[in-house]
């Protein structure tokens, strides 16, 4: 059974900085594209990146461009999203799945707040 459980999450001011990680558990990590999602409050969940099996960037929302970066760890299992110049409108909750996501496979998220 596969978990994904993120974390990193917080309250940071317009211009700061966070790193989210995603903790996966069973065999599927390891070979899956990979993506982060966000879900703003009032809107539908939607991708911000994914990354290939072996590291590689697919895709990028344009809204993120030169800002987030997706990496992974396949020997620990884990995936990151460094977050830099962070602005309003990347307040959201962020989750990570398999891309194309899992239903069964959202986790909790974790919240990014970005505010004065």
């Known amino acids: 059974q596969v978990q994904l459980v993120e974390s990193g999450g917080g309250l940071v001011q317009p211009g700061g900085s966070l790193r989210l990680s995603c903790a996966a558990s069973g065999s599927i990590f390891r070979g899956s594209v990979m993506g982060w999602y966000r879900q703003a409050p009032g809107k539908e969940r939607s991708l911000v990146a994914t990354i290939s099996s072996l590291g590689r960037t697919y895709y990028l929302a344009d809204s993120v461009k030169g800002r987030f970066t997706i990496s992974r760890d396949n020997a620990n299992d884990m995936m990151y999203l460094q977050m830099n110049s962070l602005k309003p409108e990347d307040t959201a909750v962020y989750y990570c799945?398999?891309?194309?996501?899992?239903?069964?496979?959202w986790g909790q998220g974790t919240q990014v707040t970005v505010s004065e």
């Open positions: 799945n398999l891309q194309p996501a899992i239903p069964t496979y």
